[in-house]
């Protein structure tokens, strides 16, 4: 956005040889900008999991009635109270609220964590329906009319951004339900790894249940799993009320791994093979031993470290865990 408006100053010719750049009436260079936005984020669905989406029938039902009934009564009032005498611009504004722009919709669900997998049929379901509502009840010259809301006498595209501003928060109010999980998204999953799976991962997910609970489904596991938990790795825990002690270490199951929204590796030594579709994540946690620190304080500070990664990416977050007074 910067590079653009920067351009835009040091070179004033640059909008219009852009415009100009057109194909059956869409901008190329536009065209461009949004595919290559736009592919990275659909190419991360896991397409064999839709299933568990399109037969949610309450997910789908709450999508229908959020945009073919909420979204155009919320624009066909505004634009009969702000625009009476200005009928190209009321038409224009009431298609936006019949269809609806669905590129930022896919970036944010994915720039905050939503599920892929919901936003993508939903968008599907979305798109198609305007589609069609667009050519066959509007007319070939529909989506011409929609552009010419925002275009035209500045009196008219002043007035149209009252209704415009209630129709962004319609649309980052989906956002948000669909972040919360009340109306699109799945519970996400994350799985732990370190290498015996008897510290370090075993840790991130008994802090994980602590500060999200039921909000995340939490699995650890080790790439050479060990016999038991580490002593004092679950008495680190037990000092901030979190027990693993009754956690047994766990190898890496490979239906899990292709399952789970994110895996993460703790430390420098646990390594998990890319695969397609799967986000992996290091975490690379502090290591007092390094600064000759050992026994149950390096646990203290190796917990404290985590503790706090958990905090910041754990969905939704408001509690904290208590931390015993320092010895």
Known sequence: MVAGLLLGRLIPELGD???AVEIDGISLPIAIGLLSMMYPVPAKVRYDRLDSVTGDREL?????VLNWVLGPALMF?????FLPDLPEYRTG???????RCIAMVIIWNDLA????EAAAVLVALDSRRSDRHLRRNL?????RRRRSADRGPCPGRVRVRVP???QTVRARFRCVHRRTGDAAMTTPSVLFVCVKNGGKSQMAA?????????RVHVHSAGTTPGTSVNALSAQSLLEVGVDIRGEVPKPIDPSLLRRVDVVVTLGREAHVEPLDGVRIINWDTDEPSERGIDGIERMRLVRDDIETRVETCAPNSTSRIPRPPRR
Request: glycine content about 20%.
């Open 17 to 19: 040889t852009l415009s």
């Open 60 to 64: 789908l039902g709450r999508s229908l």
């Open 77 to 81: 009032a505004p634009a009969w109270i």
């Open 93 to 99: 504004l009431i298609i936006v609220g019949l269809a």
């Open 113 to 116: 964590c939503g599920d892929r």
């Open 139 to 143: 007319g070939p010259g529909a989506r």
């Open 164 to 166: 415009g501003a209630a």
């Open 206 to 214: 008994g802090l994980m249940h602590a500060v999200a609970g039921d």
